[in-house]
């Protein structure tokens, strides 16, 4: 079946750093991609819709310019925090579309 | 607005159980509906789906109908074993296509004790 992996699996940052997560469609090509936030015993919330060669589509109330998205190619995006604080420790996860939604891991970030 | 509702966990069985996890909705229209499912360590993956009324859905002896006239998609499974331990989330989509948002319910953790 389709495979979407994430990297890191998991990391700690300093407060005030920015941190990278790519999301990789291994063996079929996504022309769009979601990424989502999952708080602890809460459902996942769509942040964003990756879209490649285009700008990403925002949810009602994520900051744009903190989460930075690049859909550079079919097989690939990223998420980019940018100057994080504590309150964006989270799972993030991400998906692609192909014949359905294929899920990533999810990516544990610790902002300290 | 759209949103799903599923049972809160944990819910802890016996192998061989009948498992039930209740799940409703609220929507316009006719949206579709879907199971995933998180195993631990891994990602969620899709379990079941269904896209109109009263069509079943069905995957490695998991079932779920989509009543509209009561605005569900509940869960049901006949004997659980212990490799069924995972999150389940119900989720509804409204779009078509690959551009599809999933609206999701909260999750139910299930835990089968041998």
């Known amino acids: 079946g389709a495979v979407v992996s994430q990297h890191p699996s998991w990391v700690i940052c300093k407060s005030g750093t920015s941190v990278k997560i790519e999301c990789r469609s291994l063996d079929f090509q996504a022309t769009t991609m979601f990424w989502y936030r999952q708080f602890p015993k809460q459902s996942l919330m769509l942040m964003a819709t990756s879209n490649e060669g285009s700008k990403a589509t925002y949810e009602q109330g994520v900051e744009k310019d903190k989460f930075l998205i690049n859909h550079a190619s079919l097989t690939l995006s990223t998420l980019t925090v940018t100057s994080a604080h504590p309150e964006d420790s989270s799972f993030y996860i991400c998906s692609a579309s192909g014949a359905e939604q294929y899920f990533g891991p999810g990516t544990r970030l610790t902002v300290t | 607005g759209n949103s799903v509702t599923q049972m809160e966990g944990p819910v802890t069985l016996s192998e061989e159980a009948f498992l039930t996890i209740n799940c409703t909705y609220t929507a316009t229209g006719y949206p579709s509906l879907f199971w995933y499912v998180q195993y631990p360590g891994e990602g969620l993956q899709l379990l079941l789906k269904a896209t109109k009324a009263d069509d079943k859905g069905s995957n490695k002896g998991f079932e779920a109908t989509y009543r509209k006239e009561t605005t569900s998609f509940h869960l049901e499974k006949g004997s659980v074993q212990v490799s069924d331990s995972a999150v389940y989330f119900c989720?509804?989509?409204?779009?078509?296509?690959?551009?599809?948002?999933?609206?999701w319910g909260l999750g139910t953790s299930l835990a089968v004790n041998p």
């Open positions: 989720a509804l989509s409204r779009n078509a296509g690959n551009n599809r948002k999933l609206i």
